[in-house]
Antibody
């Protein structure tokens, strides 16, 4: 059974940093691309970033490019999102999601999410 | 970047009604389109991919169609458990853009 468990969310001031983690199990971790998708309170889904299984390819939404960095540790089956220069508009529930196969694919499994609140 | 526009943004229908949600891409995306269901307070769930392929375990009352720029998600007979917000998502190339969502309620 595929499981994705996010952690690392919390309260941070504008301009601050936070690192999210996603522990994965139930599939061959290195074979699949992974992604972060966020959802602001009461709003729709927004794709944030994706990384290939080999971590050679990474992609970012324009809204986070230059501020967020996606990475993965294939030895620990863990996905990360390093977030810096955080803004109020980054406040959201951040989901870790497994891509069906490639780095630009549909999402077949989702974690429960970790909440990030950016406020002074 | 390709934009994804859903309509309507919300709808109310009776149990047993046929419900149709539309998703339009600003450029052609072939059939690289997925649909997700997010029930209140829950995680999004994949319903359909490749525009019309039903994900395993999804009830057959859900169906998808379309290609190019215009796509449709149909619920053939609305059930109470279908109350949710539905999102389309384009793929094949980044950014992996979602539509704005369609909230479905029971009348």
């Amino acid at each position: 059974e595929v499981q994705l468990l996010e952690s690392g969310g919390g309260f941070v001031q504008p301009g601050g940093s936070l690192r999210l983690s996603c522990a994965a199990s139930g599939f061959t971790f290195t074979s699949y691309a992974l992604s972060w998708v966020r959802q602001a309170p009461g709003k729709g889904l927004e794709w944030v970033s994706a990384i290939s299984g080999s971590h050679i390819y990474t992609y970012y939404a324009d809204s986070v490019k230059g501020r967020f960095t996606i990475s993965r540790d294939n030895s620990k089956n863990t996905l990360f999102l390093q977030m810096s220069s955080l803004r109020a508009e980054d406040t959201a529930l951040y989901y870790c999601a497994k891509l069906h196969l490639g780095v630009a694919d549909h999402f077949d499994y989702w974690g429960q999410g970790t909440l990030v609140t950016v406020s002074s | 970047d390709i934009q994804m526009t859903q309509s309507p943004s919300s709808l109310s229908a009776s149990v047993g009604d046929r419900v149709t949600i539309t998703c339009r891409a600003s450029q052609g995306i072939s059939n690289y389109l997925a649909w997700y269901q997010q029930t209140p307070g829950k995680v999004p769930k994949l319903l359909i991919y490749a525009a019309s392929t039903l994900q395993s375990g999804v009830p057959s009352r859900f169906s998808g169609s379309g290609s190019g720029t215009d796509f449709t998600l149909t619920i053939s007979s609305l059930q109470p458990e279908d109350v949710a917000t539905y999102y389309c998502q384009k793929y094949k190339s980044a950014p992996l853009t979602f539509g704005g969502g369609t909230k479905v309620e029971i009348k």
